[in-house]
């Protein structure tokens, strides 16, 4: 494997279901991020990790948890979801150099919540 | 707070033609910008960036982007659509005050579509 990878691509789930996301980074980088793309909203930053630590918080609601074990895996974990949380769900990765580092894309995972 | 404008939500162009992505950024420090393409089912991927070096900055797959601090702009274009260029593109610049890390903020997007 190579670049960002993200598991799974596709779930559904009702909003009395708990699932996680993962990501895996086969990059060597020192921080990884999770955003949310919902249709016709920019881009939003979720989370970011540095260096293993959560640097980052972006008042996301406590229904989304992420855990990052290690720097190369982020988990988001999902519980009681609303279907407005529906969304594709992108987890990032880059080497930290104040401010102009390139961040790394997964392809996502195409969230439902029914 | 730093902030960006994409103009234009969608933009059409016939294959062969001059594309034009607009993007005007607010920023209170000289700012990072950068210009990611996102193709269908796919995450995003850097087309170039501008870290103070150069103003002209060439990117991957014929594109380029002017920095022009006066307008506050750093518009993407490529001389020549080819049908492959269809795709959604996000200009995104750099919050500096975060603490190191790179912390995007994206504009809206630009949905470019690319016709016969």
């Known amino acids: 494997e190579t670049g960002v990878t993200q598991t799974p691509r596709h779930l559904v789930m009702g909003m009395t279901n708990k699932k996680s996301l993962k990501c895996e980074q086969h990059l060597g980088h020192n921080a990884m991020y999770w955003y949310k793309q919902s249709a016709k909203k920019p881009l939003e930053l979720m989370f970011v990790y540095s260096l293993e630590e959560r640097v980052e918080n972006n008042s996301v609601p406590s229904r989304f948890s992420p855990e990052c074990p290690n720097s190369s895996h982020l988990f988001l974990h999902l519980h009681t979801l609303q279907p407005e949380d529906s969304a594709l769900y992108l987890c990032?990765?880059?080497?930290?150099?104040?401010?102009?580092?390139?961040?790394?894309f997964g392809p996502g995972t195409r969230l439902t919540v029914l | 707070a730093q902030s960006v404008t994409q103009l234009g939500s969608h933009v059409s162009v016939s294959e062969g033609a001059l594309v034009l992505l607009r993007c005007n950024y607010s920023?209170?420090?000289?700012?990072?910008l950068f210009w990611y393409v996102q193709y269908p089912n796919q995450g995003l991927q850097l087309l170039l960036k501008y870290t103070s070096a150069a103003t002209l900055v060439k990117g991957i797959n014929g594109f380029e982007a002017e920095f022009k601090k006066s307008e506050t702009s750093f518009h993407l274009t490529k001389p020549s659509a080819h049908m492959s260029d269809a795709a959604e593109y996000f200009c995104?610049?750099?919050?500096?005050?975060?603490?190191?890390?790179?912390?995007?903020?994206f504009g809206a997007g630009t949905r470019l579509a690319v016709h016969p």
């Open positions: 920023s209170s420090v000289p700012p990072y």
């Open positions: 990032a990765s880059s080497q930290v150099s104040g401010g102009t580092d390139t961040q790394y």
């Open positions: 995104a610049v750099s919050d500096s005050g975060s603490g190191g890390y790179n912390k995007l903020i």
